[in-house]
């Protein structure tokens, strides 16, 4: 009867035991269920980023020293500080560019004493619009806006008066000239180191804030009978219409040498076309020696057949070829990824 008891109770302990197992499997087939049917987490994507921005600070400083040097010369200082702003958009068939460049510099010479020349000032803005023909065309239907002055009064031929004071001619100031022009036409992109933009429809406005400085800059009598000799009696600004043609190349040789060019030619529909036309031409050439040292030759070439320029002698004004070139040893800093 005991080994009847005990043989119960041993198969009742297996029978449970068996049940557990059973339990243990069915609640790990419902979870491995579960787990299976739960919604996935999503991996995070990146966002695309449409925009590139990116800036790069000049400063270029050149001094000249002399100590009793018998072949003559002047202790002289010159400071140029320039910025270089862009914030470009490119989505499927949408691009729109955006350049600011600032740029400002003096020359100090011990033969003016107390007298700072300015040496560089520029101002301008350029934003083009584009939308491309097709998904795969390198043309874009575009409209381009660009606005171009200086910051503060340029002067040459100075002289002391009486009192020791340095004296110049005016040549230019604030918006005098300042040039703004509006056109729409289409633009060429085959590469990303190379633009050109075709705008036969372009109005360009050339205006002059001085009034003394507005006959040289091209502006209109506003009466016959008044004096000429006036700056008042010239109108402060000058509208043109016709068209513009602006090619850009940025290429870098190598790691090294970067080289930039700029050429914009403009004519007036109404005012002798295509026989006088403007012609501004930039360039720029650089040499990274080290991370932030760099040195650099930027040129400038201009032609503006309203513009008038005398000779030496002050005589003779005339439309005449305007050239501008700037050798510096700079530190160089840039934001972002070009």
Not at 220 to 232: C, N, R
Request: charged share 20%.
């Amino acid at each position: 009867m005991k080994k009847l008891l005990i043989l119960t109770a041993a198969l009742l302990a297996a029978v449970s035991a068996v049940r557990a197992q059973d339990d243990v499997r069915k609640a790990t087939a419902e979870a491995a269920a579960a787990f299976a049917e739960a919604p996935k987490a999503e991996e995070a994507v990146e966002k695309p980023n449409y925009w590139k921005r990116y800036a790069t600070f000049d400063l270029g400083i050149n001094q000249t020293a002399l100590w009793n040097w018998a072949s003559g010369g002047y202790n002289t200082a010159t400071l140029r500080a320039s910025l270089d702003i862009n914030f470009n958009y490119d989505k499927e068939l949408v691009g729109w560019t955006n350049r600011l460049q600032l740029m400002y510099g003096f020359l100090w010479s011990a033969d003016k004493e107390n007298l700072i020349q300015k040496s560089a000032d520029l101002m301008q803005f350029e934003s083009r619009f584009g939308y491309k023909t097709s998904a795969e065309s390198k043309w874009k239907y575009s409209v381009d806006l660009t606005f171009k002055s200086q910051f503060s009064d340029s002067y040459d031929s100075y002289k002391q008066d009486d009192k020791g004071v340095w004296k110049g001619t005016l040549k230019s100031g604030l918006f005098s000239p300042g040039y703004l022009t509006f056109g729409l036409g289409m633009s060429w992109d085959p590469a990303p180191w190379f633009s050109l933009n075709l705008s036969p429809l372009t109005g360009g406005l050339t205006f002059c804030s001085i009034p003394e400085l507005r006959k040289r800059y091209g502006m209109k009598l506003i009466d016959e009978a008044l004096d000429p000799a006036l700056g008042t009696s010239y109108t402060s600004a000058i509208f043109q219409f016709g068209p513009q043609i602006k090619a850009n190349l940025k290429a870098s040789v190598n790691d090294i040498i970067t080289y930039e060019t700029q050429l914009v030619l403009f004519t007036d529909y109404f005012n002798h076309p295509f026989a006088w036309t403007r012609v501004n031409w930039d360039n720029k050439l650089a040499f990274l020696v080290g991370k932030y040292i760099k040195i650099a030759l930027d040129t400038w070439l201009i032609y503006d057949p309203i513009v008038m320029i005398p000779d030496k002698n002050g005589l003779n004004p005339q439309a005449r070829v305007q050239f501008k070139e700037f050798f510096s040893f700079n530190f160089t800093y840039t934001i972002g990824k070009k």
